[in-house]
T-cell receptor, first 112, second 113 residues
Framework: SQQGEEDPQALSIQEGENATMNCSYKTSINNLQWYRQNSGRGLVHLILIRSNEREKHSGRLRVTLDTSKKSSSLLITASRAADTASYFCATDKFQGAQKLVFGQGTRLTINP | DGGITQSPKYLFRKEGQNVTLSCEQNLNHDAMYWYRQDPGQGLRLIYYSQIVNDFQKGDIAEGYSVSREKKESFPLTVTSAQKNPTAFYLC????????????FGSGTRLTVV
């Protein structure tokens, strides 16, 4: 069962530009997480934002959460070629076993 | 260094054969998970374990089995009942369930030949 849906499915930008990816979800959550996956590799945890938080920063990453719209965004500033990867949002439901459900991801390509 | 080790990296299975994927962590995490990823798709949960000697079915458990006899280990068996097993399998762990980020292994790519 898909909980989070990322938009766009694919994004291609020039190095140095900012990249914005969005995630929408359906049910109330405890927290929302973003992960990065390089081709053929495991996922790497980027950031966790709790339902009572609205914005969080980590280096060049900025995540926002709007629980009223059931949506989140991930902004990568000053993109680099090494940022080329797929990015996934994941949510856990407010009630029940708090296991993560992942969206289908946004494939980000940074062109030199 | 702490982390999760999955083995093998590549695995080939013949029709009707059971295969077991290994997942070992030295992070002292209580919770462990198995996900399946198909090309261009997100991750789907197969099984999860909140604590040693306990595990629960995820969204696509049919044709798979697991055990959690040790805190460090959570092997996944892909049985012959799984009709479409070709996929990328990812193991993950977290301190506990709920409110923590997951640490992932590097994955096992299973192909049916």
């Amino acid at each position: 069962s898909q909980q989070g849906e990322e938009d766009p499915q694919a994004l291609s930008i020039q190095e140095g530009e900012n990249a914005t990816m969005n995630c929408s979800y359906k049910t109330s959550i405890n927290n929302l997480q973003w992960y990065r996956q390089n081709s053929g590799r495991g996922l790497v945890h980027l950031i966790l934002i709790r339902s009572n938080e609205r914005e969080k920063h980590s280096g060049r990453l900025r995540v926002t959460l709007d629980t009223s719209k059931k949506s989140s965004s991930l902004l990568i500033t000053a993109s680099r070629a090494a940022d080329t990867a797929s990015y996934f949002c994941a949510t856990d439901k407010f009630q029940g076993a708090q296991k993560l459900v992942f969206g289908q991801g946004t494939r980000l390509t940074i062109n030199p | 260094d702490g982390g999760i080790t999955q083995s093998p990296k590549y695995l080939f299975r013949k029709e009707g054969q059971n295969v077991t994927l290994s997942c070992e962590q030295n992070l002292n995490h209580d919770a462990m998970y198995w996900y399946r990823q198909d090309p261009g798709q997100g991750l789907r949960l197969i099984y999860y374990s909140q604590i040693v000697n306990d595990f629960q079915k995820g969204d696509i458990a049919e044709g798979y089995s697991v055990s959690r006899e040790k805190k460090e280990s959570f092997p996944l068996t892909v049985t012959s009942a799984q009709k479409n097993p070709t996929a990328f399998y990812l193991c993950a762990s977290s301190i506990s369930m709920g409110g923590y980020g997951y640490t992932f292994g590097s994955g096992t790519r299973l192909t049916v030949v």
